[in-house]
């Protein structure tokens, strides 16, 4: 009889999930038989005890169907909390997040910086540097023939486009004594930036450029040997610095070893 009566309510519990809603409404609202034996089937399986004195009430008196603590609320059940690992992997994945922002940020300005075919370009506190031309580093800076030498000189064929070495705005344009021509960017922490002996300008005083941008072309103008950029780096006082050892620092690499000057 256990047996028979365990079989039957076992192989009626797939149904019973089906119709959970009719089988909670109790047996009265199942129209189907087998709704009926579904809803019958949440009740639990009493032993049979033939023992048993007459005064004993039934076990499936007080016994709950399966699972009515859960649908009753008798005993909620706790929400689920994060353990100090788990937490720690939450806090590990915003950080790769955002190291992976910064990174996507850092490749958009490096690539806007070479867009009009500067070699080089790197990130320096949040800004972009380009290396201002292709060519040989064929001057360094400091006493050449007994004068000195304010810059280093970059050779490369005339035409060869000149890039502005960061965000800046240009304050000369044009003719100048010694350069034939030049170039001159006020970039925004008071530091200027100087090309020389260009062949021809692309810009206009008072204009705004970019990190990047062609400004010029190199040429041969002025007291100068051979076609080159002459490039020069003044503080925000003015003073002339060495601008092979910034380059070199920011990680933008010249080729040559400057022992051979056009200028």
């Not at 009740?43 to 009430?57: F, G, Q």
């Given at each position: ?48 005890v033939a023992s048993a004195p007459a005064s004993t009430a039934p076990a499936t008196a007080s016994a709950q169907p399966i699972g009515a ?195």
């Amino acid at each position: 009889m256990r047996a028979t009566v365990a079989a039957c309510a076992g192989g009626a519990l797939v149904a019973a999930g089906q119709t959970l809603l009719t089988a909670l409404a109790g047996p009265a609202v199942a129209a189907d038989p087998y709704e009926r034996l579904a809803a019958n089937a949440m009740l639990p399986v009493a032993d049979e005890v033939a023992s048993a004195p007459a005064s004993t009430a039934p076990a499936t008196a007080s016994a709950q169907p399966i699972g009515a603590d859960q649908l009753t609320g008798s005993s909620p059940q706790a929400l689920p909390v994060l353990d100090e690992k788990s937490e720690l992997d939450v806090a590990s994945l915003t950080k790769a997040v955002d190291i992976g922002t910064k990174i996507a940020a850092t490749a958009k300005q490096i690539n806007a910086a070479l867009s009009a075919g500067a070699p080089q370009a790197v990130l320096e506190h949040g800004e972009a540097y380009v290396l201002p031309t292709t060519g040989r580093f064929t001057s360094g800076f400091g006493a050449r023939w007994g004068v000195t030498h304010y810059g280093i000189d970059l050779a490369a064929p005339i035409g060869t486009p000149i890039f502005a070495f960061t965000d800046g705005v240009v304050e000369e344009s044009g003719p100048a004594s010694g350069f034939g021509m030049w170039v001159v960017l006020r970039h925004p922490d008071g530091t200027h930036t100087v090309y020389g002996h260009i062949n021809r300008s692309l810009v206009t005083v008072g204009q705004t450029v970019s990190a990047g941008e062609e400004i010029a072309e190199v040429g041969n103008r002025g007291q100068s040997t051979g076609p080159h950029l002459h490039f020069e780096i003044w503080d925000a006082a003015k003073n002339k610095i060495n601008p092979l050892p910034i380059l070199q620092a920011m990680g933008l690499r010249v080729v040559g070893d400057g022992a051979n000057s056009p200028d």
